[in-house]
């Protein structure tokens, strides 16, 4: 008996729209760009079993001499 594996597209964490990727039931995705078309809006998340997790990194400091 073939097992069926669930398919869905990652929706955007603002607009809600589909972005432009699909991931299985089984994905995994650590740090994992994510780019809305909708809102063109681009995201770090991480994603596991459908569950998705945006990761909000610091803006880089500059440097002062």
Do not use: Y
Not at 8 to 34: A, E, M, Y
């Amino acid at each position: 008996m073939k097992k069926i594996i669930e398919v869905k597209w990652v929706p955007c964490p603002v607009c809600g729209g589909n972005t432009r990727t699909k991931v299985r039931s089984d994905t995994v995705l650590f740090h994992q760009p994510i780019f809305c078309p909708r809102c063109k809006e681009e995201f770090l998340v991480n994603i596991k079993q459908f569950h998705t997790e945006i990761i909000h990194e610091p803006d880089a400091m500059t440097q002062s001499h």
